[in-house]
């Protein structure tokens, strides 16, 4: 079965940088539109950004200019470069294929943006 395995979150200072990662496996990962979701506490899932199997990146409102998603199909990985980040970035952060697909969901890497 596919396995998606995100890392790289952690607690950080607001105004400062994490690289999540997301490691894709069983999929034929170069296919697909890969994204990142977000879920904070108490609110729905959310769209962070996407990257299509061509390169082409879309990004939510409340990122743009502060996040890049990137992906290296030779390493089957997605990536998420997470910038200026701040308090309302606190979030679980996931990745899945575009549109999600409920039976990929991994367990995502918690993102806290505190001083």
């Known amino acids: 079965q596919v396995q998606l395995v995100e890392s790289g979150g952690g607690l950080v200072q607001p105004g400062g940088s994490l690289r999540l990662s997301c490691a894709a496996s069983r999929i034929l990962f170069s296919f697909y539109s890969m994204a990142w979701y977000r879920q904070a506490p108490g609110k729905q899932r959310e769209l962070v950004a996407v990257?299509?199997?061509?390169?082409?990146?879309n990004y939510a409102d409340s990122v743009k200019g502060r996040f890049t998603i990137s992906r290296d199909n030779a390493k089957n990985t997605v990536y998420l470069q997470m910038n200026t980040l701040k308090p309302e970035d606190t979030a679980v952060y996931y990745c899945n294929t575009n549109p999600y697909e409920n039976r990929f969901w991994g367990q995502g890497t918690q993102v806290t943006v505190s001083s």
């Open positions: 990257i299509t199997s061509g390169g082409s990146t």
